[in-house]
């Protein structure tokens, strides 16, 4: 199973995704917001296989966190997620690569299948 970065500034969307990738396996980090998510990747690169964020977050957004972590690791994989349709936008135009995006609001199957086709593309 795969060790995710779980990013999201809403608490009970971090905590609801949280609960259903522990019972599918996986290992979750959790990080309270861009900021967050990118300190914790830069402590220790190698640790994740997968980042989960959310787009729009206080501090450093969801972008910027994909951007960083694409460009430092080539191993790793993003999942972007977003109620937004212009956040979603902004993600897409990261460009084909090892990333995926996410309308909110979405089934815990959506992003479980999300997250298969990340992690096997």
Do not use: Y
Not at 60 to 76: E, F, H, I, R
Not at 90 to 101: I, Q, S, T, W
């Amino acid at each position: 199973m795969a060790r995710i970065l779980l990013a999201d500034d809403d608490k009970s969307t971090r905590d609801l995704v949280r609960r259903a990738l522990e019972m599918d396996g996986h290992q979750v980090h959790l990080a309270e917001d861009g900021t967050d998510a990118w300190s914790a990747f830069q402590a220790a690169p190698t640790a994740f296989d997968l980042v989960i964020s959310d787009v729009e977050m206080p501090g450093t957004d969801g972008v910027t966190v994909a951007k960083n972590v694409l460009a430092a690791s080539p191993a790793v994989k993003v999942l972007l997620m977003s109620g937004f349709t212009d956040a979603l936008d902004r993600a897409r135009g990261l460009g084909p690569g090892r990333f995926d995006v996410l309308p909110k609001p979405f089934t815990l199957e959506q992003i479980r299948r999300s997250i298969k086709t990340v992690l096997e593309g």
